[in-house]
């Protein structure tokens, strides 16, 4: 299937969703506006329990971007939603009539938000730190495919391939609901062998965020159009 790939560009002020297409924002971390009044009590109480700042100004923010966005497809005031929680964490909205799916990921100075208004949708978004012990990770995260895969790679792109490797696993199994919990965590030959890739069930597509992350969107909807919005 051919998929439309819009550029980054400004949002209209109520986005329209079709079962066509499936749009992502990418938003900075860095709001110098307070938005904790957007949270509720609990959301509230999570960011104080995070005791490093930058951990939860990055949570606070992405919350609260989360309700923001949504709500401008839903015209409501982003602080009346309310979410509901799968076992592993997985978010829903609670009390809509077609609620959008939607997924969230945040990484260093920037997250992103994957809307859809059919199917699952999941994401991810690492920044691709230079001094990550990568390779420690794959031994523990990776099934043997994937670390077979990473190590047929040349040496010099193979950090870059873990994170894109990484994003797509992380993606999919957050698209499905189940995280590193799930037992299925292979993603398969399909999705290691491009950037843009179907399998039957999942459309996985990766891209750069920036110049220093990279992200995965997950959709398991058949889709056209990607539209990508600057938060």
């Excluded at 959709?219 to 990607?226: E, M, P, W, Y």
Aim: glycine share 6%.
């Amino acid at each position: 299937m051919t998929l439309q790939l819009t550029p980054w560009q400004s949002p209209p002020s109520q986005p329209e969703l079709t079962a066509e297409e499936v749009h992502l924002w990418r938003f900075p971390l860095t709001s110098q506006k307070p938005l904790e009044h957007l949270l509720n009590e609990e959301e509230q109480k999570r960011a104080q329990r995070l005791l490093i700042p930058d951990k939860a100004r990055a949570f606070v923010v992405a919350r609260a971007r989360l309700r923001q966005i949504l709500a401008s497809y839903l015209d409501l005031d982003p602080q009346t939603l309310c979410f509901t929680y799968g076992q592993s964490g997985k978010p829903a909205l609670v009390g809509i009539a077609d609620a959008p799916a939607f997924n969230l990921a945040h990484s260093g100075n920037w997250g992103v938000c994957a809307v859809g208004k059919e199917g699952e949708v999941g994401v991810d978004i690492e920044t691709l730190d230079r001094e990550l012990d990568y390779a420690r990770l794959a031994k523990r995260f990776f099934s043997t495919a994937e670390n077979e895969w990473l190590q047929k790679c040349p040496l010099h792109r193979r950090r870059r391939l873990f994170f894109r490797i990484w994003t797509r696993k992380e993606a999919w199994l957050k698209g499905k609901g189940g995280g590193f919990s799930d037992p299925d965590q292979d993603i398969g030959p399909t999705h290691l062998a491009g950037s843009y890739t179907y399998d039957g069930t999942w459309w996985l597509r990766s891209f750069p965020v920036n110049r220093h992350c990279l992200a995965t969107l997950a959709v398991s909807q058949k889709f056209s159009l990607l539209q990508r919005w600057n938060g």
